[in-house]
């Protein structure tokens, strides 16, 4: 199963293979904190673009090790790429831009971002 989830605007959409998660990380890092970006993780191989590959800016900040995707007209970051900690390409999705997911009914986990 997938679920499915895009940018504002709609230029940019998305799938991930695989259950809609249950929970979601709520970092404190300076991004994730401005954003409110709710992030849950997967495989970067289970992510298919859809479409919008043209309406992407990636921004790089602090140690340059995630790869932050905005779309280029309404602003919204609707993932990031990076590596995992074991090295597997990883994809951190933001579950705000997933509707079918009830954000009210994620287990939240903190993580402090900030102090590293």
Known sequence: MAYDGSCHCGAVT???EGDAPAKA???????????????????RSAMTLNSGADSLREYLFHTHKIAHQFCTTCGIETFAFANAPDGTPSVAINLRCVPAIDLDALEIQRYDGASR
């Open 25 to 43: 990380l709520s970092c404190n890092c300076s991004i994730c904190r401005r954003t409110g970006a709710l992030l849950a993780f997967a495989p």
């Open 14 to 16: 998305f799938s991930v």
